[in-house]
């Protein structure tokens, strides 16, 4: 049996070898043939990019190639580093100048004297009109310890002056936000995972501990993840050392790789609620997993996306990278979580969830039932805010954000965050604003209106129900002012949060959106500690 196994093994090797040969010779055959006779010249670089990223949007959407003039990007998007002066910009037109939109807190810019609203006239001599908000943004980076000089328009007073800002390297905090909620709850909102950020939790959960924290709330929610390591440290935190809090199965591994705790834990016993949502993935699922796995954390909020695999990053000839999926991850009683199966693709191409009926049973240190196959399910159910698709178009829109910049342009000033609120008369600015905007400010059943009037047109049926469908039609159809004043309550959080993070930084942002999170509130409404076997 063992020798019929392994001759199997072997056969299916020689196979394989021979189909990635015969693939490699027939696509050098068809790039000679076409540079030989084809009738015009070969765009070969777009060529190359579009031949890659089709084979490799063939296997999943994380193993990606990465050529080397966008390494720069890649590298702040997989660790939120990069050479600047710490802001973001606006350009609302080309040929205007670009303005200081957010600086980052304890960032050169903010350091320098900054703010929201003042106008970038020229970035190392170059005037910034003409210039794309990309390029404006690639001048503006750059070696951490160089300098970049502008001209700038003060937005308080109109002074033009000259400002040189030596470059620093920018990392965007994964802790966004770490304080008390109420008398004894303690809350952490985490972003990301690169590098260090379990020394920032660390250091987040002895501060609450110092300021009364009898229960602790880790939100996870929207975070897609990040470095491994990370995760194994932040898990280290809470469960004693040399427990399991990962493993690794994959082709070039002989066993299982397992990552276990190495650090005294800081914190075993103090209550923990860990939030999560449908955008809580990879790293963040290790987390969430294992303390659940350990009965050490009540995971409440909605199923987490379900991403258990895992990447490596490959150097390729020319400078370039390749981030390849190398393994799948499991969690401390034996869990895979990934949702998508890409293995097995439909005959179209596409791919589908794993079935309910195909995922097991597994247990937590406690005895608890949880369960592999699609991510991480709460022990708590909590459900989100739905928002309207006036919203939505708002917010992906990018309306809200210039008004935002003209609020702080008109408002020197404006109180803590925890005291601001957005007047009436505020409002009324925003309305009057959007209503000279272009935007889909229909609500969802005037959307599912107009796409059964095209359904009944093509059954031919419009005519038989034209009067049914007016009346409907004129009682659903509300224009632009009234749909805006009607979903007030629902636009004025984004508005606020965008207002104070222009004056006093990221911080204060999440505190306006703890001011709104009806879901966290009930969270804690319906927080009860777990029921153990």
Not at 489 to 500: K, Q, T
Request: net charge negative.
């Amino acid at each position: 049996m063992a020798i019929a196994l392994l001759a199997g093994t072997s056969a299916f090797a020689q196979s394989q070898s021979f189909k990635l040969g015969q693939w490699t010779e027939i696509n050098n055959a068809i790039l000679k043939e076409l540079n030989r006779s084809y009738v015009d010249s070969l765009p070969l670089d777009r060529m190359q990019r579009n031949g890659i990223d089709a084979m490799l949007e063939s296997l999943d959407p994380y193993t990606v190639y990465v050529p080397e003039e966008e390494n720069e990007d890649f590298q702040m998007q997989i660790g939120k580093v990069y050479g600047g002066i710490g802001a973001v910009i606006y350009k609302p037109e080309k040929d205007g100048y670009v303005y200081i939109n957010e600086p980052y807190a304890d960032a050169p810019a903010a350091r320098n004297g900054l703010v929201c609203g003042d106008q970038i006239m020229e970035i190392d001599g170059v005037s910034t009109i003409g210039l794309e908000t990309k390029e404006c943004s690639d001048r503006m980076k750059g070696t951490p310890g160089t300098n970049v000089k502008f001209k700038i328009k003060r937005v308080r007073g109109g002074a033009v002056e000259e400002v040189t800002i030596k470059r620093e390297r920018i990392h965007l905090p994964d802790v966004e936000y770490a304080g008390m909620i109420n008398d004894t709850t303690g809350y952490i909102l985490q972003t990301g995972f690169t590098e260090n950020v379990s020394s920032a939790v660390r250091e987040a959960v002895v501060k609450l501990r110092k300021q009364g924290m009898k229960l602790l709330v880790l939100d996870l929610r929207g975070n897609g993840g990040g470095l491994l390591h990370e995760a194994v440290n932040i898990a280290s935190l809470f469960i004693p050392k040399g427990s399991l809090v990962v493993s690794q199965k994959g082709k070039e591994m002989d066993k299982p790789v397992e990552h276990k705790t190495t650090l005294d834990p800081i914190d075993t016993t103090t209550p923990m609620i860990v939030m999560v949502s449908g955008g809580t993935a990879s790293s963040s699922e290790i987390v969430a997993g294992a303390l659940q796995d350990y009965d050490r954390a009540v995971i409440m909020g909605k199923k987490t996306y379900g991403k258990g695999l895992v990447q490596s990053i490959r150097s390729l000839p020319y400078n370039g990278t390749l981030k390849v999926t190398t393994a799948k991850y499991y969690t401390p009683s034996g869990r895979c979580v990934q949702a998508i199966d890409y293995a097995h693709r439909n005959e179209d191409g596409s791919v589908g969830y794993i079935a309910d009926s195909l995922t097991h049973e597994f247990r937590t240190a406690g005895g608890r039932i949880v369960r592999d196959g699609g991510g991480i399910t709460p022990d708590i159910e909590v459900a989100e805010k739905d928002y309207s698709r006036l919203v939505y178009s708002l917010v992906l829109g990018g309306h809200i954000e210039p008004f935002a910049l003209d609020y702080v342009m008109k408002h020197e000033s404006i109180p803590a965050a925890k005291d601001f609120h957005l007047s009436d008369k505020d409002y009324e600015d925003f309305i009057a604003y959007a209503k000279t905007k272009e935007f889909d400010y229909r609500s969802n059943a005037k959307t599912l209106f107009d796409q059964m009037k095209r359904e009944l047109a093509k059954d031919g049926m419009e005519e038989s129900v034209k009067a049914e469908l007016e009346a409907l039609d004129k009682a659903i159809d509300l224009d632009k002012e009234k749909f805006l004043r009607l979903k007030k309550d629902e636009i004025v959080p984004f508005i606020e949060e965008e207002i104070v993070v222009r004056y006093q930084f990221q911080e204060a942002g999440v505190e306006i959106r703890l001011r709104y999170d009806d879901q966290l509130r009930e969270a804690l409404k319906l927080y009860k500690p777990l029921e153990l076997k």
